[in-house]
């Protein structure tokens, strides 16, 4: 039984890769989505092992990696560990925009889950309801549109509204969603008022089309020039994407009385290692993808 919770932001800081393990379409190597939405996600496993994996470069003692994720397989002391990762969710995804360089974009759907979650860890938000239609959009900063009241995004045109209510979920979601530094003062801002929210399909459009795809070559060790076929796409989340996931904790289970920890000292070594760190999750790691900044909220 899990005890405490928490809800784990990940902000994007270079292209990630969670990889999806098969390939229907065109791209090789595909970035994990959710079924029903289409939406880039991460799998909790993933996150777990990524967290496993980097918990004393971040700051974490060795000591605990075994009661807090439990033992390696095979090991001949087995038992659970008292720290579950969920999946992350997209919360917003950044997107090119005709004027301020990009913007956050979200839509009503995204939100609605990220507030759901946070809701059932006891985090209140207050959080207005939001509609949007298809082909319109709604938005803070007045300085992105042209023409009167559109939107360019990519090549596409948005008929936006200025909402006032917008105001209060950039500000609350920047604030939860950044670190408290100087180094992310500029991206809290912007956050702050370039968040733009979309209709649920609209953005579902861009979720599915706007990732970024690289092109990578196979070389031939003895000739040093590309092997014939070696050409093959990876899929990427763009940096500047955030999301969303639960953290869960119980006591520790190691089965020895004189080596528990509560759930309450679990989620506070949790959340003492990965709050405000640079974590990297994914593939691709010696190329300098999967940087993703933790930010720990808890009720």
């Not at 990009?102 to 609605?112: F, G, N």
């Not at 509609?131 to 360019?152: F, M, P, T, Y």
């Not at 649920?200 to 076929?229: C, S, W």
């Amino acid at each position: 039984m899990f005890e405490k919770h928490a809800a784990l932001f990940l902000y994007a800081v270079s292209p990630v890769h969670m990889g999806a393990g098969q390939a229907v379409g065109v791209i090789d190597n595909p970035i994990q989505r959710e079924r029903h939405t289409g939406h880039p996600c991460f799998a909790g496993s993933g996150i777990k092992g990524a967290v496993r994996h980097g918990f004393t470069a971040i700051g974490g003692n060795k000591e605990f990696i075994d009661r807090l994720f439990g033992p390696d397989a095979g090991d001949k002391d087995l038992y659970a560990g008292a720290v579950s990762f969920g999946d992350a969710q997209l919360v917003s995804l950044p997107i090119r925009s005709l004027k301020g360089g990009y913007i956050y974009a979200t839509c009503p759907q995204a939100l609605s889950r990220a507030q759901r979650l946070m809701g059932l860890i006891g985090i209140a938000t207050n959080w207005p309801t939001l509609d949007v239609a298809e082909g319109h959009c709604l938005l803070i900063n007045e300085k992105l549109l042209s023409r009167g009241n559109v939107l360019h995004l990519e090549a596409f045109e948005y008929t936006a509204k200025v909402s006032q209510e917008l105001q209060m979920i950039s500000s609350d979601l920047a604030t939860r969603t950044m670190p408290d530094n100087e180094a992310y003062a500029f991206f809290h801002d912007k956050l702050k008022k370039d968040l733009v929210v979309l209709s649920d399909t609209d953005f579902a459009y861009f979720a599915q089309n706007a990732m970024l795809v690289e092109p990578h070559v196979r070389i031939d060790p003895e000739t040093g020039t590309a092997k014939d076929g070696g050409l093959f796409y990876t899929e990427n989340l763009p940096p500047e994407s955030v999301l969303i996931a639960p953290i869960l904790a119980s006591q520790t289970r190691t089965g020895k009385k004189d080596d528990q920890l509560p759930a309450e000292a679990v989620m506070s070594q949790i959340r003492t290692v990965l709050d405000g760190k640079l974590l990297q999750i994914g593939g691709n790691a010696t190329t300098g993808r999967g940087l993703v900044m933790a930010k720990v909220m808890e009720d």
